[in-house]
């Protein structure tokens, strides 16, 4: 049968076949497009995340930073506190002799004798 030949019915067929390979690449161009979307949205997650990622990291470092400053200077408190109660206290003889007389008064009191 030649092409001229054809009925109503091939030209119906061949309408058809048209429609269907017209939706298949209308439906491969939507699939290209969607899959560029998911790439996009993909990019953009992942510097989302690197970004998060670098201000938690200046963050931690900024908190570590501040923490040994501050236990830096509490040790260096605490050492010259310590450095300081290290050196002996000199009792100058008048301090001594007040110190003998308050002795005495607390043990004569304890005994029942009048300071």
């Known amino acids: 049968m030649r092409r ?11 309408a058809a076949i048209a429609r269907v390979l017209g939706a298949e690449s209308a439906a491969r161009a939507d699939i ?7 790439d996009d949205i993909a990019d953009e997650a992942r510097k989302a995340a690197r970004a998060l990622g ?3 990291e200046r963050r931690i470092r ?3 930073a501040a923490f040994e400053r501050e236990s830096a200077a509490q040790l260096a408190a605490i050492e010259a506190e310590a450095a300081r109660l290290l050196v ?12 003998g007389r308050q002795v005495r008064a607390v043990a004569r009191s304890c005994v029942g004798l009048s300071p």
Not at 4 to 14: C, F, M, R, T, W
């Open 32 to 38: 290209e497009a969607a899959r560029l979307e998911i």
């Open 54 to 56: 670098d201000r938690t």
């Open 62 to 64: 900024a908190l570590t």
């Open 4 to 14: 001229s030949d054809q009925g109503p019915l091939d030209s119906a067929a061949e």
């Open 88 to 99: 002996p206290h000199v009792i100058s003889p008048e301090q001594l002799a007040d110190l």
